[in-house]
């Protein structure tokens, strides 16, 4: 909800419906793929833990899955421990898989072509799966040797800032953003109050979700992160209230500073996006310390991209620039800090808090996860280029999609427009 109404403030009239649209039913392509075996790849990881193997997971998991299709009060714990926590994550990962799409319209809307973008949508969610596989978790590959990411930064935030940075620069900007179009004289966004209440509507929305990224056994409710980190529900929240208190803070100094009011509104996000990989496992002044460089490291990025053309305001410089950022800070602020592994091994591969918070690690997790973004984007940029096209023609763009697509006329009726 917070994200779509950030659209409808951002958006040119001409175009608010088709790109509120497009968003909606892309989050539910991505939706209903990670149902049909999204999760499965997810999963996995727990069935290699224990020797079993990626098909064994699919069987278990797919949309006609055994366990995906089973009331779990009838499944023995012998066969299938915990499997209320599974099922649950099915419905919260598909959501994740959903936002991805989302995030990635962003900086593709109004000028990506409807079909490309929703054969993009199927299979971002597929390669998303994969990389949350890798990279979020307890006993993935990078996470077992030391990637730590409580929010799933990575293959949420990098991963469709790795496909923009491919799709926008193929795609070129939109009619009057940089320079007058005769029909655009001026990019306008429509309501940027709108805006400030999609982003404070995420903010009262994450905090659902940092509760679903914790696990809590016995003896005593033990509260560890999805990574298996030691935490608790006070610290992990507290550690959210800061992260948007520091961004918003350094936000609105920087827009004093430049009379550039896009750092009120993307402050306090930027600042989230900064010390979501660490909730767990920073302390709140840690995290407020964080957040507060990450409106820096976007007015960095920001203001390279405007000079050099490039028409991407929010997902690059917050989810590519901020969210790299931020997994690096905990690599370098919290290292050496135990968490992977499951609770009850104790030695091995898999032994509960069996491995460390790496810088090297880190870096290895951010190259993994912008790079995928990058190599699927390329690979579909050139068969849509040779096929059914990628980009809108630029006097649509500047028409508006609303009325090219719907026929949507946004315009007062009077005596010269009014039909007879």
């Known amino acids: 909800m917070g994200l779509l109404l950030i659209d409808i403030g951002g958006t040119r009239t001409q175009h608010s419906f088709n790109s509120g649209i497009e968003k909606v039913v892309g989050f539910f392509i991505g939706f209903a793929a990670y149902f049909l075996i999204g999760f499965a790849f997810w ?33 023995d714990p012998a066969v299938f421990p915990g499997i209320n926590n599974f099922q649950i994550f099915i419905f919260f990962l ?67 800032a ?31 109050a709108m805006i400030a209440v999609g982003i ?13 990224c914790m696990f809590f056994f016995d003896p005593g409710a033990l509260a560890v992160s999805v990574t298996m980190a030691t935490t608790s529900v006070g610290i992990a929240l507290n550690n959210y209230a800061a992260a948007w208190a520091g961004g918003a803070i350094m936000g609105a100094i920087i827009a004093y500073s430049t009379r550039k009011f896009s750092y009120l509104l993307f402050g306090p996000l930027g600042g989230y996006v900064a010390g979501a990989g660490g909730l767990d496992v920073y302390l709140p002044w840690e995290t407020f310390l964080v957040a507060m460089g990450a409106p820096i490291i976007a007015y960095v990025i920001y203001e390279l991209l405007q000079k050099r053309g490039i028409d991407d305001h929010k997902l690059l410089p917050l989810m590519g620039g901020v969210g790299a950022y931020g997994l690096i800070m905990v690599g370098l602020v919290k290292a050496g800090t135990l968490r992977g592994g499951y609770v009850g091994i104790e030695e091995g591969l898999y032994a509960f ?68």
């Not at 299979?123 to 030391?146: D, Q, R």
Request: hydrophobic residues 50%.
């Open 43 to 75: 999963a996995s990881q727990y069935y290699i833990m224990e020797g079993a193997t990626l098909t064994d997971s699919i069987k278990d998991w797919w949309a006609g899955g055994t366990l995906s299709n089973s009331l779990a009060q009838n499944v």
């Open 94 to 160: 598909a959501i994740f898989a959903g936002i991805i799409n989302v995030l990635l319209h962003f900086a593709v809307a109004e000028r990506m072509k409807a079909s490309a973008y929703y054969i993009t949508a199927f299979v971002a969610a597929i390669v998303s799966s994969i990389l949350s596989w890798m990279t979020w978790g307890s006993v993935g590959p990078l996470t077992v040797l030391g990637f730590h990411d409580f929010f799933g930064v990575g293959f949420v935030y990098l991963f469709p």
């Open 162 to 192: 790795g496909m923009a940075m491919v799709f926008v620069p193929k795609l070129g900007a939109r009619p009057g953003m940089f320079e007058p179009h005769p029909k655009v004289y001026e990019y306008h966004p429509q309501n940027n």
């Open 200 to 212: 404070m509507t995420v903010f009262a929305g994450l905090p659902m979700i940092i509760l679903s």
């Open 353 to 420: 808090q069996g491995s460390e918070i790496s810088l090297i690690m880190q870096l290895a997790g951010v190259a993994t996860c912008l790079g995928a973004g990058i190599v699927t984007a390329w690979i579909l940029s050139l068969i849509f280029e040779n096929t059914i096209g990628l980009r809108v023609s630029e006097e649509d763009q500047a028409e508006g999609l609303d009325k090219v697509i719907w026929g949507l006329n946004h315009e007062e009726p009077t005596h010269e427009n009014s039909a007879f």
